[in-house]
């Protein structure tokens, strides 16, 4: 079992707002990296740190962080977004990394 | 921009050890702003860290797989390697090879390979 929680499943309507959760203890220490890995693909990654993005990747694609949760928001999120996406972190103890179980983005 | 890439058997017998190398080309291996690290999805699911090395040879294993597992680095061929021992079906996957950035409030992969398919089956 994963120590970060994701949503299995998100759906959002083209152009409009979505945010994906990742839960976890971890996450009141040390800040989530989100990736966003479509079929066949390696994952890429989209999110990094407070709220830091790669080179190319669109500003659409911001993060948070609040408590246990940390958020990976896609504000108007466009076909090309429709992916599955993972959030990263350090364990607890600080020595491990964990993945979330990941959450299947469908735009409408 | 890293590029790495994965090299090795894709197919490993049962009890068997699995050997898996990753290229690193577009920077040092020697670079201290980097852990090395594997990564492996089974078909259909998700995401498992395996570990992670540092060029000094310092290593980080899952310790769901600690017992099972050596990482190591080649800083003269600016690569690094995974050996599991003793595998099963249950260590079929996709193996991703990674280029790590850790800071004292973050962890997170910088750039990937494309993944090399590693089926347990005799």
């Known amino acids: 079992s994963s120590e970060l929680t994701q949503d299995p499943a998100v759906s959002v309507a083209l152009g409009q707002t979505v945010r994906i959760t990742c839960q976890g203890d971890?996450?009141?220490?040390?800040?989530a990296s989100w990736y966003q890995q479509k079929p066949g693909q390696a994952p890429v990654l989209v999110v990094y740190?407070?709220?830091n993005r790669p080179s190319g990747i669109p500003d659409r694609f911001s993060g948070s962080s609040s408590g246990n949760t940390a958020s990976l928001t896609i504000t108007g999120a466009q076909a090309e977004d429709e992916a599955d996406y993972y959030c990263?972190?350090?364990?607890?103890?600080?020595?491990?990394?964990?993945f979330g179980g990941g959450t299947k983005l469908t735009v409408l | 921009q890293l590029q790495l890439q994965e090299s090795g058997p894709g197919l490993v017998k049962p009890s068997e050890t699995l050997s898996l190398t990753c290229t690193v080309s577009?920077?040092?291996?020697?670079?201290?702003?980097?852990?090395w690290g594997w990564i492996r999805q089974p078909p259909g699911k998700g995401l498992e860290w395996i570990g992670s090395?540092?060029?000094?040879?310092?290593?980080y294993y899952n310790p769901s797989l600690k017992s099972r597992l050596t990482i190591s680095v080649d800083t003269s061929k600016n690569q690094f390697s995974l050996k599991l021992n003793s595998v099963t079906a249950a260590d079929t996957a996709l193996y991703y090879c990674?280029?790590?950035?850790?800071?004292?409030?973050?962890?997170?992969?910088?750039?990937w390979g494309q993944g090399t398919l590693v089926t347990v089956s005799s």
């Open positions: 990674a280029s790590c950035v850790t800071t004292v409030t973050t962890f997170y992969v910088d750039s």
């Open positions: 740190g407070k709220n």
């Open positions: 971890s996450l009141r220490s040390y800040y």
């Open positions: 577009g920077g040092s291996i020697s670079s201290s702003s980097y852990y």
């Open positions: 090395i540092y060029y000094s040879g310092s290593t």
């Open positions: 990263n972190s350090r364990d607890s103890t600080g020595n491990r990394v964990v």
